[in-house]
Antibody, heavy 113, light 109 residues
């Protein structure tokens, strides 16, 4: 069955970067885009962008273009999202999703000194 | 950006019908495709796809969930509401980029 397993919660200092992972299984990894979605505490969902695992092509929400970098490792069926120059506004739960039909369990990122 | 507007909350009795609406700031339909989708999210869980392209039931979703609408106005219906359906429901459009509504919290009356 399809499963997206995300890395564990992260506590990071302001100004630092963090790289989140999303390991896919149960389907052909290169056949579906991986999207990333942000959910601030108690708030709605924001689409960050997607990556085509086959070609590496990426498409970002304008708001996150200088914040997020999406990559994949086809050898391990893993997608990554790196968030840079973190501030308190980046504290949130981040989800990876296979075309919005299957979602990872989410990873909470807390930015605090 | 296409803005999606949802009512913040809806109170319903168990066994009754719940109708959750979502209005888009511009049409999210292309030809015969209505690019509006619905998700259920319970506290501490990831969103779950319920309905895709306005009216198509996602795999494994009970038939008491249904969706309708076109253009700018869409509806998610749950009939009858069961206790397990108490959650927050989000609409999402994929006509232009991807945006989500603010969510409607389904509560028991």
């Amino acid at each position: 069955q399809v499963n997206l397993l995300q890395s564990g919660a992260a506590l990071v200092k302001p100004g630092a970067s963090v790289k989140l992972s999303c390991k896919a299984s149960g389907y052909t990894f290169t056949d579906y885009y991986i999207h990333w979605v942000k959910q601030s505490h108690g708030k709605s969902l924001e689409w960050i962008g997607y990556i085509n695992p086959n070609s590496g092509y990426t498409n970002y929400n304008e708001k996150f273009k200088s914040k997020a970098t999406l990559t994949v490792d086809k050898s391990t069926n893993t997608a990554y999202m790196e968030l840079s120059r973190l501030t308190s506004e980046d504290s949130a739960t981040y989800y990876c999703t296979k075309g919005f039909d299957y979602w990872g369990q989410g990873v909470m990122v807390t930015v605090s000194s | 950006d296409i803005v999606l507007t949802q009512s913040p909350a809806l109170a319903v009795s168990l066994g009754q019908r719940a109708t959750i609406s979502c209005r888009a700031s511009q049409s999210v339909s292309i030809s015969r495709y209505n690019l509006m989708h619905w998700y259920q999210q319970k506290p501490g869980q990831q969103p779950k796809l319920l309905i895709y392209r306005a009216s198509n039931l996602a795999s494994g979703i009970p038939a008491r969930f249904s969706g309708s609408g076109s253009g700018t106005d869409f509806t998610l219906t749950i009939n009858p509401v069961q206790a397990d359906d108490i959650a927050t429901y989000y609409c999402q459009q994929s006509r232009e980029s991807n945006t989500f509504g603010a969510g409607t919290k389904l509560e028991l009356k």
